[in-house]
């Protein structure tokens, strides 16, 4: 029997396996691939997403495998510089390859104490009143109190669900691998540049040790279950630019669509569902691995709590209520970046009136908070701006305040001195006198590191310790 059991160790279900494993939940991850991915993508972690890397001690590992690239340019990829003093201790992007982010997340869960078991892959699962019972490919049966499907945008656990998945379908596809090439260099770039005169999607370029980066628009959508073999690049190859170039000893071949689709519910009874599984749009501005990465910050720690049986009785729904709409607007800005990536003169006057108007600062800034996600202001009811809002990082007398969020934990910040968590220090610390710059005499943090009370009373503050952290211990 186990807590949770984990439906796929991508970045979205090793991420919430180590915040469960942080609160001593029995963690199983299920991961139907039996190696881990052979593909190498790269993407960008975004601010908000290496601040919760920051809140578990985990940055300095990942930053040695990456590269830091400024935070700007994103957005439809415009190329704009981020505005100044941007309101994060962690302002810049971090290019890293997908399996190797993957990696470090899995490791890192693993030792904190999730099992992980690869070439497992959830083939059914039945839910009643006390828990879920899981069944295998290979026909194993297996128990827990709760399924989460982090198992991609062909989500088995949603279509098992019978969770809607409404939005529009593929238009256009993309080849992407990794390949040798029998030509030299020069006439690759010279090929390259006349294409992208006319197709600003196509890409060939060197990615070290001799591999070449293959990047090709493909007209039309193929059964996208299956991945392209090297023949389907060649065609491809030869249809864009007149010669595939020679490729030849493929280390990874791989397609990705354009759908936008969003999950109509996140919960069924005690099943859920984070990250791709829930949310699905086209890679433009990289958010998807951040979203789901954040999707599993939110849900551990409640998730936890339901599990530890001190979670208030609407905890668990504000999973979806504040993620939903958080992923509804990451499919509106990718909608609106892909139109201003496409060719016809409409989306392109749009695009040189939205770079003008980027020049105010804070157009500039709405948008690139938008993107990285340091913008986000979850609805905890009326109150002050910061309400709702994650906390940057400050300094405070013990050094960083993310370095106080390792355990993920609630954190009372008390310039008064005249606070106390007493009932609730089992979940929430109490920092008193934090620092000077923190512009409110007290405030709780959850275990996400947002903003869940301001003010100075403390029956108030007790009021608000219980609607988040439960009833008080005995
Ligand atoms: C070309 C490209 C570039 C991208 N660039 C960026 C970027 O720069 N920034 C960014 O944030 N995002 C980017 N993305 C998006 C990002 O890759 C995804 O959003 C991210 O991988 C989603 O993570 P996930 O863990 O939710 O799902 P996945 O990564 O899809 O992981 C799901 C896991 O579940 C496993 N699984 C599937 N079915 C089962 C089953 N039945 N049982 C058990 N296991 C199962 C799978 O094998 C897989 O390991 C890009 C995507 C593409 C295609």
Known sequence: MFDVIIAGCGPTGAMLAAELRLHDVRVLVLEKETEPASFVRIVGLHIRSLELMAMRGLLERILEHGRKRPAGGFFSAIDKPAPEGLDSAHAYLLGIPQPVIVHLLEEHAIELGAQVRRGGAVARFEQDDEGVTVELADGQRLRSRYLVGCDGGRSTVRKLLGVGFPGEPSRTETLMGGMEVGVPQEEIAAKVAEIGV????????????????????????????????????????????????????????????????????YRVGRVLLAGDA????????????????????????????????????????????????????????????????????????????????????????????????????????????????????????????????????????????RLTVDGWSDRVDYLGDPTAVLD???????????????????????????????????
């Open 198 to 265: 006319t197709d600003k999607r196509f890409s060939l370029r060197p990615f070290g040790e001799g591999v070449y980066q293959v990047i090709i628009p493909v007209a039309g959508v193929s059964d996208r279950a299956e991945p392209p073999t090297l023949d389907d690049f060649k065609q491809q190859l030869r249809a864009v630019a007149g010669t595939d170039f020679g490729v030849h000893s493929p280390r990874w071949l791989s397609r990705f669509g354009d759908a936008t689709r969003l999950a109509e519910r």
């Open 440 to 474: 409110a005499p007290c405030i709780l943090l959850r275990p996400d590191g947002h903003v869940a009370w301001i003010g100075d009373d403390q029956q108030d503050l007790d009021d608000h310790l219980a609607r988040w952290f439960g009833k008080p211990a005995d």
């Open 278 to 417: 829930a949310h699905i749009h086209p890679p433009i501005g990289g958010q998807g691995l951040n979203l789901g990465v954040q999707d599993a910050f939110n849900l551990g720690w409640k998730l936890a709590a339901q599990i530890r049986s001190w979670a208030p009785e609407a905890l668990l729904d504000t999973y979806q209520a504040e993620r939903h709409p958080v992923a509804a607007d990451v499919l509106d800005n990718t909608r609106a970046q892909m139109e201003l990536a496409s060719t016809g003169p409409g989306p392109q006057a749009v695009r040189r009136l939205l770079t003008e108007l980027m020049d105010f600062d804070e157009v500039n800034r709405h948008l690139i908070e938008k993107i990285t996600a340091i913008g986000v202001r979850y609805d905890f009811g009326a109150g002050p701006d910061l309400l709702g809002r994650r906390l940057r990082d400050i300094d405070v007398k013990q050094g960083s305040l993310y370095g106080l969020l390792h355990r993920g934990r609630g954190l009372l910040l008390d310039r008064t001195e």
